[in-house]
């Protein structure tokens, strides 16, 4: 099993930055698939972006260019760098984690994009 802390969330204006971080506890975090989630106000949660156990990315088409996943093993931390931050981005945001049967989540991270 393992527990999952998000950080980073906050205000900023259109065009701004921020960094999420999401830190790992509890199992081998180098073994799991690692992802990013979001929800808006009366909407699903949907995927963000995602890397696997070897690095591998995909990205949600409103993601594309804009924000880069990563992962740092070591840390046991996950990360999404956004940039060119919209409005529409504006959602709670979840760490995940899969592996075999387990399916995991944080407890997520406020973002607001507003001016």
């Known amino acids: 099993q393992v527990q999952l802390v998000e950080s980073g969330g906050g205000l900023v204006q259109p065009g701004g930055s921020l960094r999420l971080s999401c830190a790992a506890s509890?199992?081998?975090?180098?073994?799991?698939?690692m992802g990013w989630y979001r929800q808006a106000p009366g909407k699903q949660r949907d995927l963000v972006a995602s890397?696997?156990?070897?690095?591998?990315?995909n990205y949600a088409a409103s993601a594309k260019g804009r924000f880069t996943i990563s992962r740092d093993n070591a840390k046991n931390t996950m990360y999404l760098h956004m940039n060119s931050l919209k409005p529409e981005d504006t959602a709670v945001y979840y760490c995940?984690?899969?592996?075999?049967?387990?399916?995991?989540w944080g407890q997520g991270t406020q973002v607001t994009v507003s001016s």
């Open positions: 509890g199992s081998i975090f180098s073994r799991y698939h």
């Open positions: 890397i696997t156990s070897g690095g591998t990315t």
């Open positions: 995940n984690a899969q592996r075999l049967l387990g399916n995991y």
